[in-house]
C-alpha cells in the first residue's frame, strides 16, 4: 500500500493539536481519542489521513510505502497507551513525559517533515539482517 506523504503529514499537524491539547488539559478521554487514531492508523489508515484525502481531491505528485508511517502510528500508540496509563493511575510524570514524546514526535513530522517513528523504522529493518545473519552463523 502506499500513502500520500501531505495525508501524513496533515494527522501529524491534527494530532500535535490533540496532544497539545491532552497537555494542556490532562483530559485522559482526548488521549483515549487519540490512542484509538494511533490504533487506526497501524490497522489500516489514520482517520486524519481520510479526513484529507476527503477534503484534497488532487492527486498526489509522488507516494510512498505506508510500513514506515505505520510503525510510526505504533510508536505513537505505545506512547499514548503509556501516556493514558500514566493519566489513570495518577502517575503524573508518566503521562506527562509520554504524552510530550509522542507530540514532539508528531511535531517533527508535521513542521519539518521528519518522522522520527519512520527513521525508526528504517534502522530496525537495517539491523534485523544483521542480527540474523549472527544468529544463524
Do not use: K
Request: net charge positive; charged share 10%.
Amino acid at each position: 500500500m502506499r500513502a500520500d506523504p501531505r495525508a501524513l503529514r496533515f494527522g501529524a499537524a491534527v494530532t500535535s493539536l490533540v496532544l497539545a491539547a491532552v497537555l494542556v488539559t490532562g483530559s485522559s478521554g482526548l488521549l483515549t481519542f487519540q490512542v484509538l487514531v494511533f490504533a487506526c492508523g497501524v490497522v489500516w489508515r489514520s482517520p486524519y489521513a481520510l479526513l484529507f484525502m476527503a477534503v484534497v481531491r488532487s492527486a498526489p505528485t509522488y507516494t510512498e510505502d505506508s510500513r514506515p508511517p505505520r510503525f510510526a502510528q505504533g510508536v505513537g500508540l505505545v506512547f499514548g497507551v503509556a501516556g493514558l496509563i500514566g493519566y489513570l493511575a495518577g502517575i503524573t510524570p508518566l503521562a506527562l513525559v509520554a504524552t510530550a514524546a509522542a507530540l514532539l514526535a508528531a511535531f517533527l513530522n508535521a513542521a519539518f517533515g521528519f518522522c522520527l517513528g519512520c527513521e525508526m523504522y528504517l534502522l530496525v529493518r537495517r539491523l534485523l539482517p544483521a542480527a540474523t545473519t549472527e544468529v544463524s552463523q
